[in-house]
């Protein structure tokens, strides 16, 4: 069983940067596809970007390609997303996820393993 845990949302401003942060508790994370999910207010949930076990491999939604970046330590046994040049329409509950299958799958699946989400907001 893998649990995750999400930090690192908040409010922010259009343009904004902003980084979260995924810690896994299984060491064989380094196994594990990883990824990045969204869901906005009275939307379904969606494909951010996802990372192969090795960090070698990475894939984005069409919507934060070049905006957004996905990394993982394993030695730290955490995945991040770097979120860059923010637009109002990136406002949402991020989840983080974990499959044994491939990263390039993600975009495609439901995840196995679910954390519990983090927000980000936008200021009014």
């Known amino acids: 069983q893998v649990q995750l845990v999400e930090s690192g949302g908040g409010v922010v401003q259009a343009g904004d940067s902003l980084r979260l942060s995924c810690a896994a508790s299984e060491r064989t994370f380094s196994s594990y596809a990883m990824g990045w999910f969204r869901q906005a207010p009275g939307k379904e949930r969606e494909f951010v970007a996802s990372v192969s076990w090795g960090g070698g491999s990475t894939y984005y939604a069409d919507s934060v390609k070049g905006r957004f970046t996905i990394s993982r330590d394993n030695a730290k046994i955490t995945v991040y997303l770097q979120m860059n040049s923010l637009k109002p329409e990136d406002t949402a509950v991020y989840y983080c996820?974990?499959?044994?299958?491939?990263?390039?799958?993600?975009?495609?699946?439901?995840?196995?393993?679910w954390g519990q989400g983090t927000q980000v907001a936008g200021s009014s």
């Open positions: 996820a974990a499959d044994l299958r491939t990263a390039q799958a993600m975009g495609n699946i439901i995840p196995k393993y």
